[in-house]
Each structure stands twice: as C-alpha cells, then as structure tokens.
C-alpha cells in the first residue's frame, strides 16, 4: 500500500556462471567461505537465486570429462563414477546443507526457494505434527494479497499435493476457521475508492457487533476485515472511533481472545499501515528469552523484494533504533551477517 520499497533488486551485472563457480570455490577445500555465500545470496533476487540453484544442478560434477569423449564413452565413465559411489551432479541446497548449520542454513534454503514455495512450505510446517501454529497461519494469510492467497494455494497443491483450504479447515476450528477460510476466497476489495457511507454502515455494524458482543457476532467483524479494502477500513475505523468513542484496536483487545484477537489486530494494523506490522512482528521475535529465528527468517527473506526498506523505516521510527542495530544486539554468527546484508 502506498509507496514502499525492497532492501533486494535484480542485480544488473547477474552473470549465473560466475556466481556458481564462486560458491563452489567458497564451499571446497578446508572450512567454508559463507561470506562469499553471503554476498551472492543476499545481492541477487530471489528470481536470480532460483536461477543459480538450477545452474548448479545442471553444470557440477565432481569428475570432469573431456568434451571430445564420445557417447559410450562418456555413459561408461558415468556408470563407473556411480559404481565408486561418485556423486555425479549434487543440488546446490545439498551442498550447502553440508557446508552450513542452524539458522543460517534455514536462512540459506529459504532464500533458494521462490517466494512461494517457501511460504507454501511455512503453512504446511505450521500444521504438520502435534498441534498447530496459528500464529504463523495468521501471520502469513492476513497479510496476504488476493494474489498472494491464490499462489499460495496453487503451489501448495503442487509441492504437498493437498489442498490448502482442507488443511485449513481440518487443522483449526470455530471463528478461527471461518476467519481464515474467508482470506482463502481471496475475495477481499483492492482497490483505492473509499465509500465513506458504506465506511458509516460498517462502522454502525461493528459498534452493534462489539460492544459487549463477541460470543455472538464475530461473522460481522470477520466479514469486514476479510472484504473491505485497506483504504476503506481505515475509513471504517475513523467512523467508528467517533461513534463508540473508542479505538477499534482497543475494542478487540478487550473483546476478543486467543487466536481471534490475533487475526483481527493482525487484520486491523495491516489495514492501517501494513509496514508497521511486519516491524511490530520482527521486534516481537527478538523481544524476551530468545530469539524466533523462524519467524525473524520469514519477515526478513520474505519482505526483502517487497518493502523491507519501508519496513526499516517504520522500525527506526516506532523503536528508536535502526533494525540494522537491533539485529546486531540479538542475533549471532553467519546468520546475522545475512540479515544484515539483506537490510543493505
């Protein structure tokens, strides 16, 4: 919304051969250069990076053979390489999985993965095994775009062969549910108009609907925050705020619990100024005993070609201190130096 801009652009003197023979120079031999990684990975698009990781597949093997061999040849000196138990072509995340460890490794395959893929691949870690986690479903579906929602979807029938909806709809329950269900009809307006009579009808609803209601009406709230434009919301709020004499943020927060409270606050600050959200989320994962890597690795690699630049800003300005900073305070080793890197 608005004008915001990446910490990551297309890098315009990409040359993918160069920067694959540079990571298998930096991952031969005693120890492992990740600075070398890092400053290929974090300089290149995540288009750029998918390219370099099918480069790598197609052109490494660890026995070189002469262009001149023939055919037989060359199928005998493969048979062989595979009868020594040679590796004859590795893919790029399985090299480096060697090379790396920890969250710097998480941070490394994240970044070799589309966009997509790795978000696809976050919901489905979220609901995989004992438990769900809700917080990640939230974060992801609603901050997504309608075209975001609709990628999502696809791709996760392509990479987990299940449909995302029916995960959804097995793995939560109740207002819950039926709030992410709705995101999942990417159905929500995006536009910029603003109907400052039908922001008034909302406003009336969500007063009737919130105050001292919610048990009973969550459906007027969850249809609102699913449908409106962000722009139109925003206006639904100012309308509201005069008719209850209330923030809408404050009504949630002492109206709604658990997992609810947390779609709709998610829902209201991304309506609001959305930016300031992700800054809020990656403050919060570096708030208290620990650090949320997992969480820190999604903000930072997944707005990095979005509005990571804006997001910084909005750090700097809601905390008084620049991300750059908080970073080198709570992470360590080659994990921050990536982060860091991708900030630029």
């Not at 997992?259 to 829902?267: A, G, M, S």
């Amino acid at each position: 919304m608005g004008n915001v801009q990446p910490t990551i652009v297309p890098y315009e003197d990409f040359d993918v051969t160069a920067d694959i023979k540079a990571i298998r120079k930096a991952c031969k031999g005693c120890g492992t250069d990740e600075e070398a990684i890092i400053q290929i990975l974090a300089n290149r698009s995540a288009a750029q990076r998918v390219e370099i990781k099918e480069a790598y597949f197609e052109k490494y093997d660890d026995v070189s053979i002469p262009a001149s061999t023939s055919c037989l040849s060359f199928l005998g000196a493969l048979a062989h390489m595979h009868a020594v138990d040679s590796v004859f072509v590795q893919e790029l995340e399985e090299v480096l999985k060697k090379e790396l460890t920890g969250s710097f490794e998480n941070a490394t395959m994240a970044m070799l993965e589309s966009p997509h893929i790795f978000f696809a691949k976050e919901l489905r870690k979220a609901m995989k095994g004992a438990g769900t986690d809700e917080d990640v479903l939230v974060e992801i579906l609603c901050t997504a775009t309608n075209e975001d929602i609709l990628c999502f979807k696809d791709t996760y029938a392509k990479v987990h062969e299940r449909e995302l909806e029916a995960d959804i709809e097995d793995d939560t329950s109740g207002d819950v549910r039926n709030l992410l269900m709705s995101l999942l009809q990417a159905s929500r307006e995006e536009g910029y108009e603003v109907d400052e009579g039908l922001a008034e009808q909302d406003a009336a609803s969500l007063v009737e609907a919130g105050e001292g209601r919610f048990g009973t009406d969550e459906s007027t709230f969850t249809f609102i925050l699913t449908n409106r434009n962000y722009m139109q919301l925003q206006a639904t709020f100012k309308v509201y705020e005069s008719l209850s004499g209330t923030d809408i943020l404050d009504t949630i927060d002492s109206e709604a619990t658990g997992t609810l409270k947390e779609c709709y606050t998610t829902l209201v600050r991304c309506a609001k100024n959305p930016q300031l959200y992700f800054a809020r989320r990656i403050n919060a994962a570096m708030k208290g005993l620990g650090t949320d890597e997992d969480t820190l690795i999604r903000m930072i690699v997944g707005r990095s070609e979005i509005d990571l630049e804006t997001v910084k800003d909005m750090y700097l300005e809601k905390y008084d201190v620049t991300l750059k900073d908080a970073l080198d305070s709570e992470c360590g080793g080659d994990f921050k130096r990536l982060l860091i890197e991708i900030l630029h």
